[in-house]
């Protein structure tokens, strides 16, 4: 019980801090990269998974935040696995993620 609230509040404390740092980009890159490191610091300093749409919202390896086309190129590729390829166009690192079809129950 008190491992799930602390979790809880990590991940709560690691999203504000990803919101800083999306708004204070524009203006002032380093402090924006410094708070993405904070976040994943505290995630990792509580041993805490961070989902997938927070992950996503950062370059792993400069530790940019994507915010608007500067920042990161999509690609949408559809070749024997369809997948979204994200670059950062700081570093140039890359992520694939792959694209999966959701079943759906007709009559359930």
Do not use: W
């Amino acid at each position: 019980m008190k491992n799930e609230k602390l979790k809880r509040k990590v991940l709560r404390l690691v999203e504000k801090a990803l919101d800083f740092a999306e708004k204070t980009y524009p203006t002032n890159p380093a402090r924006a990269i410094e708070a993405v490191k904070l976040a994943v610091r505290m995630a990792q300093k509580k041993r805490t998974r961070l989902p997938p749409q927070l992950r996503r919202k950062f370059c792993r390896k400069c530790f940019t935040p994507f915010v608007g086309p500067s920042t990161f190129s999509v690609r949408v590729r559809q070749e024997a696995s369809p997948h979204v390829v994200v670059r950062c166009r700081v570093c140039g690192n890359f992520r694939r993620y792959r694209i999966v079809k959701r079943r759906v129950e007709l009559f359930a």
